[in-house]
Every structure is written in C-alpha cells, then in structure tokens.
C-alpha cells in the first residue's frame, strides 16, 4: 500500500496499483480542497519532497491540510524520512509550518548509516496488540545507533549547524550565475540545471570527487552531512562555480 502512495510508475508494483490514492499538486489549496471529503483515510506529504527535486510544501499548504484533516476526520501522515533528522535545521521540516501530524515516518539520517526506521504515532491514535510483527524490528545494534545519533545531534549542535551551513549555501549558489531555480531549506538543497549544463553533476564526481544526488530530469539535490563545515562548503561552491561556467 505505501508503495502505491508514490507518484513513480516504475517504482509502483502491478499488486500495488489497484490502492484508491488520489495525487493533488503540491502547494494546490483549491485542488486538495476539491478531493477532501469523509471517505478520505488520509493526507501524505513529505516535509520537503526529495526525489522530486527538493520542491517546498508551504506553511500555508499545510496548515490548510492539517485544517482539512481535521474537518473530515483523516489521519496527516508527514514522510520526513528524508527532510527529518534536523537536516532542514529543525528536527523535522514540518515544525517550520507548526503543525501536529498523527504519524510521522523517519529512517535514513536516524541510524547514521545503520538500517532503522521508526514511525511516531499521535496519542489520538490508540494502540492495540496483535496485528503485524516484525522479524528484525528493535534491533540492538542498530537501536544503539540510533541512540548515538541523536546525542551527537544534540553535543554538536548540527541543527544548528544545518540551518547556518545551509543558509550560506543557498545565498552562494544563487550568485553563481548560469543556474536555473533554487530552492531548499537548511541542508536541503535542489539546483536546477539549464539544459546546456547537464554534465555539470558527472563533472562534479569525475574531477572534483564531489558526489551528489539527482532528480529527473535536471536537478542537483544536495544533502551533505549535517556537520558539513564552511571550509567544505566552499570547496563544492568553488567546484560548482567552474563547472557552470
């Protein structure tokens, strides 16, 4: 069923494509609007979308969801399995926006590179015991990972960190001429290639070493680690700055 949530053909299976899910544009009031009404079980949205380009719900967009939910009795499930973790410079990027989802999902920067995952349930959602299980849920290692992460976080001032770091990138790259739109949130980055610069991310592996990630057709998405330092932060402007020009 979570696989059908994706708006990615290749990705939903034949088994998962028959799920009743309906795909509103993003940042579309009117549109969601349209579709909300009492058979809807549930609104979700990433705090920033990731592999589709780094692309901003605003705090409007989901204060009006959470409005929404509430008014139709629909569960807001916010996937920050890419944009939690403190990497936007708050520990999950809907807080910008001050509202209470009933499930959060996270993973990815939770274990540091240990395979976890967690979702955190609203105590409007009651629990109750017997329903799924899980072969390798709980696993020490990876929980004690997960432990280590967070006091890093907290010892090291990341968040913080993420927030500074990243301003600093956004206002860089946007003197940088010869780019097209870009937009992100603390660590969270996506530069916009023009068409005539598409090598620019092989460049940037092949003779900078720099690897970053993408996101179809032409877009950068830059998620460094969060205790990412102005000095490496300057060695990617530079590299980026002579590729593009």
Not at 1 to 7: E, N, R, S, Y
Not at 29 to 54: P, R, T, Y
Not at 93 to 120: D, E, R, W, Y
Not at 148 to 153: G, K, P, T
Request: glycine residues 10%; negative net charge; aromatic residues 6%.
């Amino acid at each position: 069923g979570a696989v059908a949530a994706t708006d990615n053909p290749k990705i939903v299976a034949p088994f998962n494509d028959g799920h009743n899910i309906t795909f509103v544009p993003l940042n579309d009031e009117e549109a969601l609007n349209a579709v909300m009404d009492d058979s809807v079980a549930a609104v979700i949205i990433e705090g920033i979308q990731g592999v589709g380009g780094i692309q901003l719900p605003t705090n409007s967009f989901l204060e009006f969801i959470e409005k929404k939910c509430k008014q139709y009795n629909a569960l807001l499930i916010l996937d920050e399995i890419q944009s939690g973790y403190g990497r936007t410079g708050k520990f999950f990027a809907h807080q910008f926006a001050n509202i209470h989802p009933h499930l959060i999902t996270t993973a990815k920067g939770m274990g540091n590179g240990f395979p976890i995952g967690s979702v955190l349930i609203h105590p409007d959602i009651k629990p109750w015991s017997g329903m799924l299980g899980t072969t390798f849920g709980g696993n020490y290692l990876a929980c004690a990972a997960a432990i280590a992460v967070l006091d890093v976080i907290e010892k090291e001032n990341l968040m913080n960190n993420a927030s500074t770091i990243g301003s600093y990138l956004l206002e860089k790259i946007a003197q940088i001429k010869g780019l097209g739109e870009i937009r992100g949130r603390g660590l969270m980055i996506g530069i916009d290639l023009p068409d005539d610069k598409k090598t620019v991310r092989t460049n940037l592996l092949k003779t900078h070493k720099i690897f970053t990630g993408e996101a179809k057709p032409n877009t950068i998405r830059l998620l460094p680690a969060l205790n990412l330092t102005k000095a490496e932060a300057d060695i990617f402007l530079q590299a980026l700055e002579q590729e593009v020009g």
